[in-house]
């Protein structure tokens, strides 16, 4: 099992930024593949950025795509979400998810075994 447990949502205006912190615990996968979605209200569920474990490779959503930064320093740390220039329609609830024994460029949801609770993001205009 992993834990997965994600923080600093909150308010910003837009053009601001914000940074998200997923921090992972429980057993561990050498090969796995650690994620952000986010789900807006009567939206699906869509992926935004995500890395591998083996290579470090980050991979984006073309919306968020220069404007938003996938990082983390060691599989042992914390995944970040670095978001700027925001805008309104970045509003939603952002989820980490993680996958177990695959390294690779993953988008679906349904590729993820494991969930965080979300952490809600608003953007203002």
């Known amino acids: 099992q992993v834990q997965l447990v994600e923080s600093g949502g909150g308010s910003v205006q837009a053009g601001g930024s914000l940074r998200l912190s997923c921090a992972a615990s429980?057993?561990?996968?050498?090969?796995?593949?650690i994620a952000w979605f986010r789900q807006a209200p009567g939206k699906e569920r869509e992926f935004v950025g995500g890395i591998t474990s083996i290579a470090f490779d980050t991979y984006y959503s073309s919306s968020v795509m220069g404007r938003f930064t996938v990082s983390r320093d060691d599989v042992k740390s914390p995944l970040y979400l670095q978001m700027n220039t925001l805008k309104p329609e970045d509003t939603a609830v952002y989820y980490c998810a993680f996958r177990k024994d695959y390294s690779g460029t993953y988008r679906d949801p349904n590729d993820f075994d494991y969930w965080g609770q979300g952490t809600q993001v608003t953007v203002t205009s």
């Open positions: 429980g057993r561990t996968f050498r090969r796995h593949t």
